[in-house]
């Protein structure tokens, strides 16, 4: 895909593999929009980009929350018009055994809350992000392509209960 002018959305692009990757999109010619929670990470990561000579503006939204994801979207399609990308990167972890014993007896069980929230962010934050993204491609009426992230160990690792699988799970 030719990337020059093409409005590229990054979640979680404030910091880490995200910021990367909307470096080396933005340095091969498209805008990027980079979401993210904190709006003050965002501002110094689209001033960095923007002294590489990237096109960047910044977007906050929690990925977890709909009505967050679809005001986020609606204000790309505004400021930058439609996506024809998105990178589905944000994610969580919050490593945990499912119950952890010692010598037969129980010595913790993982949160439901701790579940729920990896949940949230790593499997319906790519749902909703996903949606937006496709629902502004089709309309916009132009090819695009949508990345979920997941990990190595999707395969299951010892101590993540939770988000490796999950992640694997919703890129199918
Ligand atoms: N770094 C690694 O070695 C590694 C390995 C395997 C998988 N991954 C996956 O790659 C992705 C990026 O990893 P990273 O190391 O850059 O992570 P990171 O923690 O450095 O960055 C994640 C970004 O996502 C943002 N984020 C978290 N929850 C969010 C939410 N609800 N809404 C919007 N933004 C949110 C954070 O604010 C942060 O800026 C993650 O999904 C991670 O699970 C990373």
């Known amino acids: 895909m030719v990337l020059n002018d093409k409005v590229i959305a990054?979640?979680?692009?404030?910091?880490?593999?995200?910021y990367a990757m909307a470096l080396r999109l933005g340095k091969?010619?498209?805008?990027?929009?980079?979401?993210?929670?904190?709006?003050?990470?965002l501002d110094q990561a689209v001033s960095q980009l923007s002294a590489e000579g990237v096109d960047a503006q910044a977007f906050v939204v929690n990925v977890a929350e709909e009505a967050s994801v679809t005001q986020a979207f609606a204000d790309i399609a505004q400021r930058m018009g439609?996506?024809?990308?998105?990178?589905n990167n944000a994610g969580i972890t919050q490593d945990?055994?499912?119950?952890?014993?010692?010598?037969?007896?129980?010595?913790?069980?993982?949160?439901?809350?701790a579940w729920q929230n990896?949940?949230?962010?790593?499997l319906t934050g790519v749902f909703l992000c996903?949606?937006?993204?496709?629902?502004?491609?089709?309309?916009a009426g132009h090819e695009?392509?949508?990345?979920?992230?997941?990990?190595?160990?999707r395969a299951g690792n010892r101590g993540k209960?939770?988000?490796q699988p999950l992640k694997r799970a919703c890129m199918r």
């Open 82 to 87: 439609p996506v024809s990308g998105c990178v």
């Open 144 to 153: 695009g392509v949508i990345v979920n992230i997941s990990s190595i160990s």
């Open 10 to 18: 990054v979640t979680g692009g404030a910091r880490g593999l995200g």
């Open 130 to 139: 996903g949606r937006e993204a496709a629902t502004q491609m089709i309309e």
């Open 161 to 163: 209960v939770t988000t």
């Open 96 to 113: 945990a055994l499912l119950v952890k014993a010692k010598e037969g007896q129980v010595e913790k069980r993982m949160s439901l809350e």
């Open 118 to 122: 990896v949940i949230n962010v790593n």
């Open 28 to 41: 091969q010619g498209a805008r990027m929009a980079l979401l993210d929670m904190s709006a003050e990470a």
